[in-house]
Structure formats: structure tokens, C-alpha cells
């Protein structure tokens, strides 16, 4: 009897280690190389360009709720054609949260875009695993490869939760059962 308990504790120890997803860091790339123009008379109508991160198609699986962080990456440059160009980045809806600037002038352009997502877009994340992005500017610059880094904690899946009650519950009855 002894022996079956013990095979059952292992057995549910092992379904517990496989059916919870564990920290680490997922990145998301999206290649790409797009040209950006304003329109219009001086080019008062900005340009724009959107695309999305989808963490559900990775190969290292990413559990909705599970991202605590996250660094977004954007290669942003000048094509040197134009006096001075800037860029409004909006990640997610515009709610200042994780959104920023960028901005060049011919021949002076800053590496590109980076910043850490704040609470607005890591809870849009962690909702579907999508992330939104929104790049508008004056002048005429490119958009190259956008880079979503992000830190995801230990979820247990709620199957896991549900399997461990009955294996509490076959133990107890065991249990009873033996000292009855």
C-alpha cells in the first residue's frame, strides 16, 4: 500500500514539473524595412507605419499573464536625404505609458529606438500576447527590424492546480483507508 502512495506522489510530481511554465526570456523579432514620408504641402501630414508582435506563434511557448518585464526595440534611421526628420513611437494605445520620440537631423541620427515597457503595454501583453506598435513622423526615415525582449515569471496552469487537489484528496482517502 505503502508503495502505491509513493508511486502516485511521483506520478503527480511529474505531471506538476510538465504542465507549468517555468521564467525565462522570450524574444520576438519582426523584419522588416519600411519607408516612412510625410505627405502634403512641406509635408504636413505625417506619415505612419503599424505592425504586432505576437508572442503565440514563438517556438518557446509564452503563457498569457506570465510577462513581468519587457524591452522594446525599434532600428530607426535616416536615409540622409532630408533636413531632419522625427518620429512619435506608440506602443499599444496612446496613453504616454511606453510611448517615445526619435528624431534626426541629416547626417546626425540616433542609433535607433529603445525603451522598457511600462505597466499599460506589458498588461496589454499579457492579455492575448500581442503588442502594437504605431511609428508616425515628419521627414522621410526608415524602420528597420523591431525587437520585443521579454522577462516572464513561473505560471502554474490551472490544470496543474486541478490535478494536484486530487491527488491531495486520493492521498487523504488512502490514508483514512489504511487507518480504518
Not at 510530481?13 to 512641406?42: K, M
Not at 515569471?153 to 491531495?168: C, H, K, N, R, T
Request: aromatic share 10%; no cysteine; glycine share 10%.
Amino acid at each position: 500500500m505503502k508503495r502505491n502512495i509513493f508511486k502516485s506522489v511521483i506520478v503527480a510530481a511529474a505531471l506538476a514539473f510538465s504542465a507549468s511554465s517555468f521564467a525565462g526570456v522570450i524574444t520576438d523579432i519582426v523584419e522588416q524595412d519600411s519607408y516612412v514620408t510625410s505627405t502634403g504641402f512641406f509635408g504636413v501630414t505625417p506619415g505612419s507605419y503599424s505592425y504586432q508582435h505576437n508572442l503565440n506563434d514563438n517556438p518557446i511557448p509564452f503563457t498569457l499573464g506570465s510577462a513581468v518585464s519587457a524591452n522594446l526595440s525599434i532600428n530607426i534611421y535616416d536615409d540622409d536625404d532630408f533636413i531632419g526628420e522625427a518620429a512619435i513611437i506608440q506602443v499599444e494605445s496612446l496613453d504616454l505609458d511606453s510611448e517615445g520620440l526619435w528624431g534626426a537631423l541629416s547626417g546626425v541620427a540616433a542609433p535607433g529606438w529603445v525603451n522598457d515597457l511600462q505597466i499599460e503595454a506589458l498588461v496589454a501583453l499579457n492579455a492575448d500576447g500581442f503588442l502594437d506598435v504605431a511609428i508616425s513622423g515628419f521627414g522621410d526615415f526608415r524602420v528597420g527590424d523591431s525587437i520585443l525582449t521579454v522577462t516572464t515569471a513561473d505560471v502554474p496552469e490551472p490544470a496543474l492546480l486541478v490535478l494536484f487537489g486530487i491527488g491531495l484528496a486520493g492521498l487523504g482517502f488512502a490514508r483514512r483507508k489504511q487507518n480504518a
